[in-house]
């Protein structure tokens, strides 16, 4: 065992040296695959990242939606169909939401309208979030004005502004009084854009929200589970689509190390010549050769993931986001938090290291079967 | 539902693997039939170079298809979240009938690929490519069998469907109903324990006389394989249902998972590394008949062995260690008062 491991280490030590007489190349490569390993990462990153972030927003969302379908299309919801809702055994409480979405000709964006029920707000005051105070640079005191369904003019005050910690889901809101919510819309009372229903034993969503179904046939029924299940497999198929983008360069990588090691300067060949000539085997070159590879590639990969760990997490992925997040005017402005997950490295290694690997196999072999006596001559 | 990306990775590696070894078919057969290494010509030494660009790959490859039997089961285990009734790698592997059946060929793919890799180490150590027409053959074996892992994997995948919220109702009435409970769990406890006791002894003896004698190293490979199926058959009858401390709960997957401490894994990896240790051991003493490995075939069995041993022996102070520690008495005491003074209260 202790002779095995001298061994690898000499080896170690013999293609560390070879390398290094060799610096430019080596650097080269290193770059180029550093730069591959950073440009995959990141994407993984950023959207296991923004992944989690959403997970931890809908832990807090109600169990269970309850949506009006009027000839496919999503409809207000009339009150009494609270009062069937709460007489379901398990239910903890159900309750009409108010919400929906106003634009902004002056800003040129969509704001997010909600009425909170805990606290409530008085009357002609808003509660406005991080995006809107960018986008109409409002204060607290200053005036908004929207025009309403039938044209007059509704007046808010800013009262005060949602703090910037929570802007991945506060930046566009804009929060205003039942009243001056059904103003702004023409919306009856009694009338709701949807239910929040509460169920106290998870085990019991599925079974309340099939009773749900039955008595009121003219709903669908939308779980948390399911929200948190179509966010993730959107993000894992945007994710893949970046990657099977990126399947070209991993492709030109793959042939640019092909390149990179069949390309023998005479120099090389002479060493490994000589090496044979002294009694080196052609498995040993082989050896040598991958070794000096696995060197490359875990110095890359390690470099590559630090790096792309400091452009996600430190500079707000700038070269991705645009495609992993969506687009909007006000977007918010937040951090994500950090978050390494093994799945995500072992996945990068086999997009990275692998190709890697096979393809210099070949130049490999060749540059290890060269007999002595032609390189030396 | 390719476009994720660990599951593009497995495809990716099961494929260029594939192609690898097909590639490589047509050298086989070759070898098979012009190798002699009596003759000087030209087509001879051009095959020996050959052979260590296939063994090269080869080893890359079937390295890369140990990696991904890992990979897979750990993916199919986070993808739970995103189908109806699945809370572990079992409810993902049942969403259609190619799950099993390519966890299954990976793990027989896994063990070909490790006997293959210690049959290659074994002839590498020999001057004159003693083994180079058993490799060869092997070869032919074994590219099948990974065409057809890769291909019933492509099958489960592609078979995959994210249950999501779709526009016109919900979802949510697609239930799959999860069966967690196998045949295998049907076994009572008791038995399963005693079972894989008796393998793990019976496996201690015949590699200690393996060791001892340089002999009987085909029945160790053989009793290490029974060993395998009574480990993993006891981890669902009773080793997990220790971890979990719940009589019904039968996973041999959710013990992988962080809220256990991913203590499957310190179960599983001596389990499966002995196991495939105890192959190659078989493989390796037959060799010592050939001249040029009379030395070289009888060592690397003794180590196959014994690493093997080492291996199950891990895998029994784990297991030991795992009831010792739970808080579940699934064996009434009494019962074991001869040889066990029973488990924490």
């Known amino acids: ?377 | 539902m390719i476009f994720q990306p660990a599951i593009i990775a497995l495809l990716l590696a099961s494929l260029v693997g594939t192609m690898m070894v097909t590639a490589s078919l047509p050298f086989a057969v070759r070898v098979l039939r012009f190798w002699d290494t009596a003759s000087g010509s030209e087509s001879q030494l051009e095959m020996e170079k050959r052979t260590y660009l296939v063994s090269t790959l080869l080893v890359v490859v079937l390295l890369s298809e140990l990696a991904s039997l890992i990979l897979f089961v750990f993916n199919a285990d986070r993808m739970s979240s995103l189908f109806v009734g699945a809370m572990c790698a079992v409810g993902t592997l049942n969403v259609n009938e190619f799950g099993f059946p390519t966890l299954y060929l990976k793990i027989i793919v896994f063990f070909a690929a490790s006997a293959w890799l210690v049959l290659n180490h074994v002839d590498s150590r020999g001057f004159d490519y003693p083994l180079v027409r058993v490799k060869y053959g092997a070869l032919m074996i074994l590219a099948p069998l990974m065409a057809v892992a890769a291909g019933v994997q492509l099958a489960y995948f592609l078979g995959l469907r994210a249950d999501v919220i779709a526009s016109c109702c919900s979802t949510l009435f697609s239930g799959a109903t999860q069966v967690t409970s196998d045949k295998l769990a049907a076994i009572a406890p008791e038995a399963s324990l005693a079972g894989l006791v008796a393998a793990l002894g019976l496996v201690m003896v015949a590699g200690r006389r393996a060791l001892a004698t340089g002999k009987g190293a085909v029945v160790f490979a053989l009793l290490s394989l029974v060993a395998f199926a009574m480990a993993m058959e006891a981890v669902v009858a009773a080793i997990s249902v220790y971890v979990y401390e719940l009589p019904h709960h039968h996973c041999p997957f959710c013990i992988l998972k962080g809220e256990y401490g991913h203590v499957g894994y310190a179960l599983y990896l001596p389990l499966f590394a002995a196991a495939a240790l105890g192959l190659g051991g078989g493989i390796a003493q037959p060799a010592a008949r050939i001249q040029s490995l009379a030395e070289a075939a009888p060592r690397i069995m003794r180590r196959c062995v014994g690493s093997s041993m080492a291996g199950f022996g891990l895998f029994g102070a784990v297991t030991v260690w795992l009831i010792w520690r739970s808080h579940l008495i699934l064996i009434e005491p009494e019962r074991l008062l001869f040889f066990l003074p029973g488990g924490q209260p």
């Open chain 1, 1 to 377: 065992m202790r002779l095995w491991l001298n061994k690898q280490r000499n080896l170690l030590d013999f293609s560390l040296s070879s390398l290094s007489r060799r610096r430019g190349k080596t650097l080269g490569m290193l770059a180029v695959y550093t730069s591959i390993v950073f440009l995959l990462a990141s994407v993984m990153l950023f959207s296991h990242a923004i992944r989690r972030e959403a997970a931890t927003v809908l832990a807090k969302s109600p169990e269970v939606l309850v949506q009006r379908m009027v000839a496919g299309r999503h409809d207000l919801i009339p009150a009494r169909h609270l009062d069937a809702i709460k007489g379901i055994r398990g239910v903890q409480s159900a309750e009409g939401r108010l919400w929906g979405y106003l634009f902004d000709p002056a800003a040129v964006a969509n704001y997010t309208l909600m009425v909170p029920t805990n606290p409530r707000i008085e009357p002609g005051k808003v509660v406005i979030g991080d995006g809107v105070v960018r986008a109409r640079s409002a204060d607290p005191g200053d005036l908004m004005s929207f025009r309403a369904h039938d044209g007059s003019l509704v007046q808010f005050k800013v009262d005060h502004t949602i703090s910037r910690d929570s802007a991945l889901v506060s930046a566009d809101l804009f929060l205003v009084a039942e009243e001056d919510f059904r103003r702004l819309f023409g919306i009856a009372p009694g009338l709701f854009t949807d239910l929040a229903v509460s169920v106290r034993n998870p085990r019991e969503v599925i079974k309340i929200a099939e009773k749900i179904d039955a008595a009121l046939p003219d709903t669908r029924i939308i779980l948390r589970d399911e929200i948190l299940r179509t966010y993730e497999s959107v993000f894992d198929w945007r994710e893949g689509m970046l990657l099977v983008l990126l399947a070209g360069s991993i492709l030109a990588f793959a042939i640019f190390s092909w390149e990179k090691a069949s390309g023998l300067s005479a120099e090389e060949r002479r060493e490994i010549g000589i090496l044979k000539a002294v009694g080196w085997e052609t498995g040993d070159v082989i050896r040598l050769k991958m070794l000096e590879g696995l060197v490359v590639s875990l110095s890359a990969f390690l470099v590559g993931y630090l790096l792309a760990y400091a452009h996600v997490f430190h500079f707000g992925a700038g070269l991705f986001e645009p495609v992993l997040k969506g687009w909007a005017v006000l977007y918010p402005k937040y951090k994500l938090t950090p978050f390494v997950d093994e799945l995500q490295v072992a996945t990068l290694f086999f997009f990275t290291v692998f190709p890697y690997t096979i393809a210099t196999v070949v130049p490999i072999w060749r540059a290890a079967i060269v007999d002595p006596d032609t390189v030396m001559r």
